[in-house]
């Protein structure tokens, strides 16, 4: 990924005159991923929060327009040819395009810390030690995806720290609704997913075979932010008043989810046309994590003390305020 977007980065640094240089907007694009944990973001967009909160800062007339994409490859190449102004994704992108731009690129607020979970269907698999050169594992995207990094995490603390990378020749490419598909073809090459809600749950419940060889927390040692949004400091500075409006409707869709999670699941429903019931998803809700909805980023910085280890990331960062914009430095993240 880094390859081949290592030009698009260089244009975000050395051309402010080009139509990556952003300028105050009336219309602004967003990006998400699929899942359960993006709910805050299909909340703000069936209500209109960050055109609300806008509109009572001083900037009426805001719109929004929320585009899907299945990974956050595509969402960061997205962000630097300039044809989405905020991601909603995971905090290895963020680490990542923040090193690479020099600080050219920071968060907003995170929106999300549930469990991400490692499920085989092959029965031979039990722990991250089973896997084989051919056992294939799918992530949103290889080497550079929250659960690529967190899979690298968990091989170190297996096999080493030299061995960190030890499992990404297992890594394939795969968006999590067809990663999901590939668990439930039993002739797929692909029989691991490292997925989020609800294909965790979904495979969980509807994939012969199918366990748990090992979550986020148990390697991280609790919550990991895994979605939050984030932005070039060019549209930060011409726009501080949609980037306050973003956590402002972030924490109203937050406040939502806990005070009536029926509600936030059945616009979650609506926005993405998920058939799931209803009743399994407020199940699966009231599972261990899945109510980690912060507006602070969570274990972010051992995840950026791993990357910067293996040197993955030139700096380390002395604090989650060096690639967060300062609308989130009140927060006591990590």
Known sequence: MWSACAGAVAMLMLLPGSQVSAQQKSEVTLSRQPGIFYMPSHIMEKNRLIEKHAASLGVPGVTTKWINLSGGGAQTDALLAGSVDILNTGTGNLLLLWDRTRGGVKGIVATSAQPMTLISRDPNIKSIRDFGANDKIAVPTVKVSTQAIVLQIAAAEAFGADQWSKLDPNTVQLGHPDAYVALTNTQHEVRNHFSIPPFTFLELKNVPGAHVVLSSPDVMGGPLSQAQFFTTTKFADANPKIVQAVRDATKEAQDLIRSDTKAA?????????????????????????MMEWNLQPQGTMKFAAHLFKVGTLKTMPKAFTDYYLPVAHDLKGN
Request: glycine share 8%.
């Open 265 to 289: 699941v059945e616009i979650y429903k609506e926005v993405t046309g998920d058939k799931t019931s209803v009743d399994d998803l407020l199940a699966w809700l009231k599972e261990p994590g």
